[in-house]
Structure formats: C-alpha cells, structure tokens
C-alpha cells in the first residue's frame, strides 16, 4: 500500500477546484463571446477580448490565472514539506486553510469581485503559505 502523506489531499482538491474553475471560465466566456458576435481572432490578446466582453465574464478568467500563480509556491513547499518528513499535523491544518481560503477567494471574485474582501482573504492564504513555508525551514536547521 501506498504511504500516503495527508497534506498531499488539499493540493490535490485545489488542483482539483482550479480545473472547476477554468470550466467555469471557459462556459461563461464562450456564451459571452458568441453574444458579442465576436470572430475567432476575437481572443488573440486576452486583455482586447476583456474590454469587449462584460467584466463579470473576465472576473472568472483572472481568478483562474489567478490559481496558476501563488499556488504553484504552495505546491512547492507541501512537496518539501512532504519528502522531508515535516508534513506535521499543524502544517496539514495551514495547507487545508489555504486550500480553502483559495476557493473562497475564487468564488468571491468571480461573483461579486469585492477588492477589499479578496484582499483579505488573498492575505489570510499567504500568510497560512508564510507560516508553513518558515515552519518548515525552521524545523529543517
């Protein structure tokens, strides 16, 4: 049987959520494009195509461009923290923290967009990513 390290279960549920949001994205954008009569050139640069289509269409896309940046660090320090052994309880509650504090981030932006709410959230996850990424280089001295 496999050993499996429980802090590799939120990585795989934000995985998991950023592929939910990119269909998200992709199954507001199309309708969008179509209503806006817009050709197949229409999505050569994505920031044109955001000026012609409504915002709350984009606000989906920028959050899953979103979710290919900080988490990639995220992803980073669970797999250090997993192969070196310090994939401790404390350090499995942050990574669920972050991984949940990612999509509630994504389902806010991507429906209501409210700046200073997802800043606040954004700040919680970095610094459960913070916390975890100093844990870890304090237990490895």
């Known amino acids: ?74 992803y980073a320090t669970v797999i250090v923290l997993a192969i070196t052994g310090l994939d401790t309880q404390f350090n499995v509650y942050l990574a669920w923290f972050y991984t949940g504090s990612r999509v509630v981030h994504s389902i806010v932006q991507s429906t209501s967009n409210p700046v200073l709410v997802r800043f606040i959230i954004f700040a919680a996850s970095s610094i459960a990513l913070a916390v975890m990424a100093v844990n870890g280089i304090m237990q490895m001295l």
């Open 1 to 74: 049987m496999l050993n499996a390290h429980p802090i590799f279960i939120p990585v795989l549920v934000l995985v998991i959520w950023s592929i939910i949001q990119m269909l998200w994205a992709v199954s507001a954008r199309l309708p969008a494009i179509s209503a806006a009569k817009l050709g197949p050139t229409a999505g050569q640069r994505t920031s044109e195509l955001a000026e012609l289509l409504p915002k709350q269409t984009q606000w989906k896309f920028d959050n899953y461009n979103h979710l290919m940046e900080q988490p990639t660090l995220f």
